[in-house]
């Protein structure tokens, strides 16, 4: 079928989902989910098994993906922290170069909701900026988060959903009355451009599978049945992992096990989950099938971050440097995309700035962007490079920051106040072995310190969030480290 648009430049259409593990899909092995609509995506298109977040929580995450900089460089330490206004998104450029641009559903930009560079947006939610005075007391120590609570399961009969097409649904109905409005508007966006001489980018920001495990009944039942492959190293406290994990366990509840029928019907209902955004990916892709348009369109589809699913003792948060957090799903098919191609060097999400602007013919030479583009590695032209990707934390949970290195052999992580973890990711994916205990590898551990060092000053970056987040005193004690009386924060 003939494209129905007048025009010669490519479509974008961007999927970003929340908290997706990047090995949970049929197209990267795992024998029991059903993504159908991500696997056909995939044979289309390339995917990539190792691709990064800068930092594994919504809010920084999206920022940093939307600006090309990494977390350090745009100051978005953690969600309700205010995005800049004197950056650019690639939404701005391509809706300065013609591009009918849009954004539909989540994208956690508080201070910036309408304000993206998109000709339009509907926010499925705006969360408020931060504005308190004195330390923000979700960072700290005293205020332990419980992730047993994100294993409660809640169905609904998909019939009993009544809304309004286009306006969030009840809570009741959990993301999918968030996400199911999503992808309405995104079908009229798609609908409306039939007769649209321009071409189009759209971002699409899906909340599923997220906690909390609220979903149709027919997506559980799909798993009900089924023995869910279990996660490994999956130790109730652990005290196996880094003494930063355990700390994080620790705060998450998850020193003492969890009740083992909740545990496993909380990743059947993560899986119905994955499975119920997998249709709603699909009924996009019918849409542009149907219009012509798929050929000329590139579909980049991804989530802000991932989830701890169990393995090593964490379950039900993000937040750690462990590859099922810090670490996404990415699928990109497009116009000279080579069909089927699979790449196992590691990228980073701050990837997509460049790589959109090469996509739709943009000019760019901001210095200050930290990715590559990927369109020569798509289209066949070069291999992904073995580089160091960088993610960074300086969230709850954890008494300080840590940063992250990553190539192809290796994964090296920095703990501020305690020791590194160095993993073989070649060896060892499942991050069991940690090389920094054993004193053959003192050398390669200096080397990424100060890989590290020449990109950042780790303890100086720390703190300025800290500052940023009340954490640090006018006269420049530490809250969260003990060193001052913490005020009472509970007035």
């Excluded at 939404?91 to 170069?97: C, M, R, V």
């Excluded at 994100?150 to 809570?171: C, E, M, Q, W």
């Amino acid at each position: 079928m003939s494209s129905l648009f007048a025009q010669d430049k490519p479509n974008v259409l961007f999927i970003c989902t929340d908290e997706q593990h990047p090995a949970i899909s049929g197209f990267r092995g795992n024998p029991v989910i059903k993504t159908p609509n991500l696997d056909a995506l995939a044979a289309k298109g390339a995917h990539f098994t190792r691709t990064y977040v800068a930092s594994p929580v919504c809010a920084p995450s999206r920022a940093a993906y939307m600006f090309g900089k990494y977390v350090n460089q745009i100051e978005s330490w953690y969600n309700a922290k205010a995005w800049p206004t004197d950056e650019v998104t690639w939404a701005t450029k391509l809706t300065e170069s013609g591009y009918h641009t849009a954004h539909y559903g989540k994208m956690d930009s508080p201070g910036l909701y309408d304000k993206l560079g998109f000709t339009e947006e509907w926010h499925s939610a705006k969360r408020p900026e931060r504005k308190t005075i004195g330390p923000d007391a979700r960072f700290l120590p005293d205020r332990p988060r419980l992730a047993k609570g994100h294993l409660r399961v809640n169905t609904f009969d998909i019939k009993d959903y009544k809304a309004d097409p286009y306006t969030r649904g009840s809570h009741k109905f959990g993301q999918y009355a968030v996400d199911r409005p999503t992808i309405n508007h995104a079908l009229r966006f798609l609908e409306n451009r039939e007769n649209d001489k321009k071409p189009w980018m759209l971002h699409v920001g899906l909340l599923m599978p997220h906690w909390p495990m609220t979903l149709p009944q027919k997506y559980y039942d799909m798993y009900a049945d089924v023995e869910i492959p279990m996660p490994h190293d999956a130790k109730f406290p652990n005290k196996d992992i880094h003494p930063a994990l355990q700390h994080f366990q620790k705060w998450d509840g998850l020193d003492v096990p969890p009740d083992e029928e909740k545990f496993k019907n909380a990743l059947r209902a993560y899986y119905g989950m994955i499975t119920c955004l997998d249709d709603m990916v699909g009924e996009l892709i019918a849409k542009l099938k149907k219009d012509g348009t798929y050929d000329n369109t590139f579909i980049i589809f991804t989530s802000d971050h991932g989830d701890n699913l169990g393995e090593h003792g964490l379950m039900g948060d993000k937040h750690t440097p462990m590859e099922g957090s810090v670490a996404v799903p990415l699928i990109i098919t497009g116009p000279g995309v080579q069909p089927g191609l699979k790449v196992d060097a590691p990228v980073t999400l701050v990837d997509m700035y460049p790589t959109i602007m090469d996509m739709v013919g943009i000019s760019h030479n901001d210095s200050q962007l930290s990715g590559v583009s990927l369109l020569p590695v798509l289209e066949g032209k070069e291999a992904a490079p073995d580089r160091d990707i960088f993610s960074e934390w300086h969230g709850v949970g954890f008494p300080g920051a840590w940063y992250m290195l990553a190539n192809k052999k290796y994964k090296y992580i920095y703990y501020e106040r305690n020791r590194p973890s160095l993993f073989d990711m070649e060896e060892d994916p499942k991050e069991l072995n940690d090389l920094a205990l054993n004193p053959s590898y003192a050398e390669k551990l200096k080397e990424f310190k100060a890989k590290l060092h020449t990109m950042i000053d780790p303890i100086k970056v720390a703190q300025l969030a800290r500052k940023d987040q009340g954490l640090i005193t006018e006269d420049g004690k530490e809250l969260i480290f003990g060193e001052a009386e913490v005020p009472d924060t509970k007035e």
